[in-house]
């Protein structure tokens, strides 16, 4: 019997949205990269999660309380019980290379409907926080995971 493939892949998803951004953030569509500079640090944390076998539904996302995105898991709530089951199972090594994700905090799916003058001015520490997602994804692909 064939092994059913799941079409969840977050760390191609991480890959595609932070590559978007960049392309954004060269292009003066600041706003719009920051949300892509989100869903992309949220594919990476997803990535560390299916990695580490969290349950996840039949098309590979996680189930609660992961199925969030990254402003709620970077929560301190959250991103604790992520860190817990992240521990035991060989993922500590990749939550080390992103500590500045707790700078998405700040970030909302809302801003896709605001106001550029109402956007938290937080694009760079974004776009910082996305670049240790990248390089985390980076080191899990050095290490055989992607």
Same mark, same amino acid.
């Given at each position: ?12 998803a991480?890959?595609?949205?932070l ?7 060269? $292009?003066?569509?600041?706003? $719009? /990269? ?9 594919c ?18 996680p $189930? ?5 995105h990254? @402003?709620?898991?970077?929560?301190? $709530? ?9 521990q035991?199972?060989?993922? /500590? ?10 700078d998405? /905090? ?24 996305? @670049? ?15």
């Amino acid at each position: 019997m064939a092994a059913i493939i799941k079409p969840v892949d977050f760390p191609a998803a991480a890959r595609r949205h932070l590559d978007d951004a960049r392309l954004l953030e060269d $292009n003066g569509r600041e706003p $719009n /990269a920051g949300q892509l500079y989100g869903f992309g640090a949220e594919c990476g944390l997803k990535a560390i999660l299916t990695w580490c076998g969290t349950p996840s539904d039949a098309e590979g996302s996680p $189930n609660r309380p992961y199925r969030v995105h990254v @402003d709620e898991l970077v929560s301190a $709530n959250v991103f604790q019980q992520l860190h817990l089951f992240v521990q035991g199972r060989s993922g /500590a090594k990749y939550l080390a290379v992103i500590t500045h994700i707790g700078d998405f /905090a700040d970030w909302r799916t809302a801003h896709r409907y605001y106001s550029p003058a109402n956007i938290p001015g937080s694009l760079a520490k974004w776009r910082a926080a996305a @670049d240790q997602v990248r390089a985390m994804l980076d080191q899990a692909r050095a290490d055989g995971l992607t």
